[in-house]
């Protein structure tokens, strides 16, 4: 059973940095595009950030991009996204995604389809002063 566990949110100031955790169980990251997608209230889900199979490239939002960067631990089977200069308007659930696939075409600027896509339970993210 594919198995997806988010960590790592919480609180903090504008300006503030933190460092989002998301570790498979039941199957291997390593060979899989894992994506990071967050859901502020009344809004959609959207594709933040994206690490393809292998780590042959990232993509990222236009909105993240610069102060955003996702990163893969293949010994602990796990991906991250570290996240500084944030702002009050990335508050929001973040998730991390796979579509089983190793590619990063269906993740971020764009239509996704909710239901290809594997996902964990989300964690808060809350920038506020």
């Known amino acids: 059973q594919v198995q997806l566990v988010e960590s790592g949110g919480g609180l903090v100031q504008p300006g503030g940095s933190l460092r989002l955790s998301c570790e498979g169980a039941?199957?291997?990251?390593?060979?899989?595009?894992i994506g990071w997608f967050r859901q502020a209230p009344g809004k959609e889900r959207e594709g933040v950030a994206c690490?393809?199979?292998?780590?042959?490239?990232?993509a990222y939002a236009d909105s993240v991009k610069g102060r955003f960067t996702i990163a893969r631990d293949n010994d602990k089977n796990a991906v991250y996204l570290r996240m500084v200069s944030l702002k009050p308007e990335d508050t929001a659930v973040y998730y991390c995604?796979?579509?089983?696939?190793?590619?990063?075409?269906?993740?971020?600027?764009?239509?996704?389809?909710?239901?290809?896509?594997?996902w964990g339970q989300g964690t808060q993210v809350t920038v506020s002063s």
């Open positions: 995604a796979t579509d089983l696939t190793p590619s990063c075409a269906n993740y971020v600027d764009g239509y996704h389809d909710e239901g290809a896509f594997q």
């Open positions: 039941g199957f291997t990251l390593d060979y899989l595009a």
């Open positions: 690490t393809s199979s292998g780590d042959m490239y990232s």
